[in-house]
């Protein structure tokens, strides 16, 4: 069993912050080794457990400046290599009641569904995975901060690509055809 400690671990991940777990909202708990998401919106932050050799200890880290987690990996990742998707759900709960003189019926429906919107944390275009990608989504500041104009569509034969953040021939970006 390997052991690590957070000096050996600021070593091996120099590109990575180490944060105190009091900067963050709940300290993540841990019942597995690995590299975990953390859940707040940025798509920066994730933790680490590691065996102490007494117990499973968490250590909150940080992608750098224009890196964010990716859990598929299960490490940090460029900004232009994957989408930064924040998951949302609403839930709609709708009563009714009717009541006669002999009889009352009660009926609750709930509804759950989830979208998934990027996040923007700096201005630029995208990419949208799609097998043609021709899909992107652009971010710009609006005042109040980072908006984004979502499922935006390369015109005509043009790919997108991602380094140069714009539409380009198909003879000038080869595209992978992936989808998430």
Known sequence: MKHFSAVVLSCLYTFFKITNSQDTATEPT??????????DGTCRNYYMCINNGASLN???LS??????FDPDQGRCVSESTITCMQTTTTTTT???????????????TSTTST?????CFRYGRFPIQDVECKKY?????SGAGYSVMNNLTCPNMLIFNPVKEKCVSPQMYQCSGTTN
């Open 63 to 68: 992608c750098a400046t224009s890196f964010i």
């Open 137 to 141: 989504y652009f971010c710009y500041w």
């Open 115 to 119: 979208t998934s919107t990027p996040l």
């Open 58 to 60: 968490p250590i909150v």
């Open 94 to 108: 709708t009563s009714t009641t009717s009541t006669t003189s002999t009889t009352s019926t009660t009926s609750t």
């Open 30 to 39: 841990c019942t597995e080794i690995g590299t975990f998401e953390i859940y």
